[in-house]
């Protein structure tokens, strides 16, 4: 079956650094992969999408790579700041329904001043 | 632009009781929108599709008589949770996209559902 997994739970960094997000998955070969992010309480906010064709994206501080051979996502964020920590969650399409998607498990990023 | 709004934030019920959540698409049109649960520290797992003018897709486990699913307008849809209880309780949020080819989901701002 399709799986999802985002392989740090929790990830500690030092204000200024890069951080580096990783999303796997198996079972799957996704036209697209988005990455949102998620504050508590609250709903996810899309960041950024790439596509099955594209191997790298950037956003501001934001940079996502995607290698369809080893079935991998990176996400990068440069100089970190404290406003960064959140979750943040990989989500790849579902067959069955357009714009239907399915989420990771998310990594809970702090950013330590 | 592309702004979802969910209602109420929060609410309180009792075990028995039904509760209705609502998740408008405001300054867009949805033909769709998508319901998904999340428990402490987990991630979205998403319930059912709703479809404007049709019924909804539930998926696989999810009970489509305890969550029933209204989509009447393409700016509204509706979870009623029916007979809550204890174990219903958790985050409920719905999402919308836009047409044309976009893919990416707006969200609304989640739904604390606590059952007494």
């Known amino acids: 079956s399709q799986k999802i997994e985002q392989n740090s739970e929790a990830l500690n960094i030092q204000e200024g650094k890069t951080a580096t997000l990783t999303c796997n998955y198996t079972?799957?070969?996704?036209?697209?992969l988005q990455w949102y992010r998620q504050d508590p309480g609250r709903g996810p906010v899309f960041l950024l999408l790439?596509?099955?064709?594209?191997k790298e994206k950037r956003k501001e501080r934001l940079k996502v790579t995607f290698d369809t051979t080893l079935k991998q996502s990176l996400f990068h964020i440069t100089a970190s700041q404290p406003a960064d920590s959140a979750t943040y969650l990989c989500?790849?399409?579902?067959?069955?329904?357009?714009?239907?998607?399915?989420f990771g498990t998310g990594t809970k990023l702090q950013v330590i001043p | 632009g592309a702004v979802v709004s969910q209602h109420p934030s929060r609410v309180i019920c009792k075990s028995g009781t039904s509760v209705k959540i609502e998740c408008r698409s405001l300054?867009?049109?949805?033909?769709?929108m998508f319901w998904y649960r999340q428990f402490p520290k987990k991630s979205l797992m998403l319930m059912a599709t709703?479809?404007?003018?049709?019924?909804?897709?539930?998926e696989q486990g999810v009970e489509k008589d305890k969550f029933l699913i209204n989509h009447a307008s393409l700016t509204l849809s509706t979870l009623t949770v029916t007979s809550a209880h204890p174990e219903d309780s958790s985050f409920y949020i719905c999402?919308?996209?836009?047409?044309?080819?976009?893919?990416?989901?707006?969200f609304g701002q989640g739904t604390r559902l606590t059952v007494v």
């Open positions: 999402s919308a996209s836009l047409t044309g080819g976009r893919t990416e989901a707006f």
């Open positions: 079972n799957y070969s996704p036209a697209y």
């Open positions: 790439i596509r099955e064709n594209e």
């Open positions: 989500a790849l399409p579902l067959s069955g329904g357009y714009q239907k998607v399915t």
């Open positions: 300054d867009f049109q949805a033909t769709t």
């Open positions: 709703s479809n404007e003018g049709s019924k909804a897709t539930y």
